[in-house]
């Protein structure tokens, strides 16, 4: 980028969009590691609800089904719990990774401009494998529900074509690098 090129009043809304997105990653993700963190490390005795007294055989029999049944809760719980910091610490990634590319963006820099293409072409791709599942789904389940789907798989899909359209217009590829002015001969 060059130090006379001004930013383009759309590369400036792409930004904004990514440092919104890349704020909402980030406390999702510290939401995700703080719930895998407690469901990991919860203990069992705090989670099982004390039966009340019943005769002497029905209480040990209770008992004892209680304790595997303890065993298997709390197993799942980790499980969920460990899960959860990994979904936790990867949203936090890439939230992260939303807020180093906004400030590529905003200074005119070529990874920004790359990064940003990626990424939109990888969300196309994944918003038009969601529409088609959400389709399948129509066919079988509540109509509304994935009418609404497929309407904003649509619509996320439109967005990322006009950030792609917008980052491949002249003056946003000069603005980032990619290209060099172009300057005409007058006679």
Known sequence: MTQSQERPFGVTIIAVLAIIEGVLLVFGGLSFLAFGTFFATVPIENIVINQQQQSELQLQQQQQQEVQNAAEL?????????????????????????????????????????????????????????????????????????????????????????????LFRSHVKVFFGKTRPSTTIQK
Do not use: P
């Open 74 to 166: 709390q197993a799942l719980i980790q499980f969920f719990g460990s899960i959860g910091l990994i979904i936790g610490g990867i949203v936090l990634a890439v939230g992260i990774g939303y807020l180093v590319v906004s400030y590529g963006l905003l200074k005119g820099k070529g990874w920004a401009w790359t990064i940003t293409v990626v990424l939109s072409i990888i969300a196309i791709v994944v918003q038009i494998i969601s529409a088609i599942t959400t389709a399948n789904a129509l066919l079988s389940y509540d109509i509304d529900v994935s009418w609404a789907g497929i309407i904003s798989h649509i619509i996320g899909i439109a967005i990322n074509g006009v950030i792609i359209y917008y």
